[in-house]
């Protein structure tokens, strides 16, 4: 079964997909919409024309990207659904599901390299240039022309840069101490994954909490505090002294004295045949349709460990789904299926030691791979990034986020605090040094 | 024959890519990136790159010291949106 809606939607407005009327929640994110119309199939890939579904559900990766109103290349699990919104698969022949250029996959079972190939004939060499160009592409240029769009400007004495546990705390406490303070959140809700986690957390002061009520109680505190709240605002690169973010329908320019990094962590990826399936995504994309009333699956195979797995799993038995494993990594052979998964294949060891690969039948799989901070904004900002041996982590001062680079914090799972406490306390502390440095004038 | 085994979804690098670029002697993250193109799509490496640098060390490359360097816009926007921004025309001498 694929994905549906666990209760009727209370108001729905209508999405024209490819010609098909689909209902919607009027600003749930397209791509959930898709979702819990069934349809996780949503483009496909740049080369070999793979088919390709959300994977994150959170503009980590290239699953969700369709042609929105004539425009090419928008991340539908970020965009709020309207009515009459006309959305369209991209850079295939045929439909999603039956893509001509699939071909392609066949013809290079091992892969391509094009540093080498076509290269013995200038003519020949030309001639297939030109039908790479046709086969490899992303999309067409924009139906009509559009006008230049307005540019909001901002200022403050900081800018935190993600909405969630640690950002939330980082902006509330600075501007308790009275500094000016904007904060930019890419999704539409405040929380990050906390708005997502469907269990229980423990925050710094050893109280447990249900995840999405701390979610609120931060989001709250961070208002109540006076801090400028934009959500649906995607910080896209820092620039000198300013930083650019991306509104749905305008760009905004920061301008801060302190730049707080809590950009928290990438879902990450696991290598194995089949992971770049339609159905296969990281837990916590699972756990975002759960939060948006989408179930994704009646049968869910979970890879990997931890609480996302645990909190995954009870959820969906909560709500009589059916849940496989959870199994090790380096027991996952291959996820199976045309346009999407239909099992999984898994080693087990028999008896006698030996190894048997047993295919178990599901319509999703949900992994948990190692988290991947998001470094990406903080080092262009000139904070130092190392690599643990799982991922790339930004460096920062363990008590309070300062990063080397001057007027630069990076803190929580960003700058690789894994607890919720630990992150808690670091987000307070820097909050405090930015506003006091700001006051004090350094 | 096996299916590929994609490990940078954007630019449709498989982990076959990686082990043929530590073959060819690309043994840090940065050539391999070069080499394969893995990161160097839609999302930047978000995705991939930890994924990636972990199989390159497998594959018996260096391991990293830093990352690969991500190039901003890290999130799809619209040139209309970016044409917004060009300065204020400076004075053409009109009067």
Redesign the interface.
């Known amino acids: 079964m694929p994905p549906r809606r666990l209760v009727a939607p209370p108001q729905t407005v209508t999405l024209r997909v490819d010609g098909h009327e689909i209902p919607a929640i009027a600003g749930e994110p397209v791509a959930v919409a898709l979702a819990a119309a069934g349809r996780l199939l949503l483009a496909r890939?740049?080369?070999?024309h793979?088919p390709?579904g959300p994977?994150?559900f959170a503009?980590?990766?290239?699953?969700c990207?369709m042609r929105v109103d004539g425009?090419g290349?928008?991340?539908t699990c970020?965009t709020p659904a309207r009515e009459g919104m006309r959305i369209e698969t991209q850079n295939v022949i045929g439909s999603a599901d039956t893509d001509l250029l699939a071909a392609t996959?066949w013809f290079f079972?091992?892969?391509m390299?094009h540093?080498e190939m076509f290269t013995a004939n200038k003519l020949l060499n030309r001639a297939m240039q030109k039908v790479a160009r046709r086969i490899a592409g992303i999309g067409e240029l924009?139906s009509h022309e559009?006008?230049?769009?307005?540019?909001r400007d901002l200022f403050g004495d900081v800018l935190v840069i993600g909405g969630g546990a640690a950002g939330l705390m980082a902006a509330a406490e600075a501007a308790r101490a009275g500094a000016s303070v904007v904060l930019l959140e890419?999704a539409a809700e405040l929380g990050g994954a906390l708005r997502v986690f469907p269990g229980a957390v423990i925050d710094d002061a050893g109280r447990a909490w249900n995840a999405v009520t701390l979610a609120d109680e931060l989001a709250d505190e961070a208002s109540r505090a006076g801090v400028r709240v934009l959500t649906h605002h995607?910080?896209?690169?820092?620039y000198g002294a300013e930083v650019?973010a991306?509104a749905p329908d305008?760009?905004v320019?920061v301008s801060a004295q302190r730049l707080v990094f809590a950009t928290g962590t990438?879902?990450?990826?696991?290598?194995?045949?089949?992971?770049?399936l339609p159905g296969v995504m990281g837990v916590r994309a699972a756990c975002t349709l759960l939060r948006h009333g989408v179930l994704p699956g009646e049968r869910v195979a979970i890879v990997g460990e931890g609480d996302w797995c645990t909190s995954l799993a009870a959820a969906l038995l909560a709500r009589r789904a059916e849940v496989v494993g959870p199994f090790a990594h380096d027991a996952v052979k291959?996820a199976r299926g045309r346009a999407g998964v239909r099992a999984l294949e898994v080693a087990r060891i028999d008896a006698e030691g030996n190894e048997r690969v047993e295919r178990l039948d599901c319509d999703l799989v949900a992994y948990a791979?190692?988290p991947?901070p998001?470094?990406?904004?903080a080092?262009?900002a000139g904070a130092p990034?190392?690599?643990d041996?799982?991922?790339?982590v930004v460096t920062s001062d363990s008590r309070d986020g300062r990063a080397a680079a001057s007027g630069v914090f990076a803190t929580g799972a960003c700058a690789g605090m894994q607890d919720l406490a630990a992150t808690l306390a670091q987000a307070r502390a820097a909050g405090r040094t930015v506003a006091a440095e700001v006051r004090d004038g350094r | 024959m096996a299916d590929k085994i994609i490990v940078c979804r954007c630019e449709d690098v498989s982990a076959h890519d990686l082990e043929e670029a530590v073959n060819r002697g690309y043994r840090d993250l940065e050539s391999v990136k070069r080499f394969t193109g893995f990161g160097t799509g839609w999302c930047q490496g978000k995705q991939c790159v930890a994924l990636c640098a972990r199989l390159l060390v497998a594959a018996g490359g260096e391991a990293p010291t830093q990352p690969i360097t991500p190039r901003p816009p890290f999130h799809p926007v619209p040139l209309a949106h970016l044409a917004g921004l060009a300065p204020k025309r400076v004075d053409e001498g009109k009067p």
């Open positions: 890939s740049v080369k070999y793979r390709r994977a994150c503009a980590r990766c290239d699953g990207l425009t290349n928008v991340m970020r996959d079972p091992g892969g390299n540093h924009p559009l006008a230049a769009a307005p540019v890419e995607a910080a896209v690169g820092v650019l991306h305008y760009a320019r990438n879902e990450g990826a696991l290598a194995f045949e089949g992971a770049d291959r791979a190692p991947s998001a470094y990406e904004l080092e262009q990034v190392r690599f041996g799982v991922a790339f």
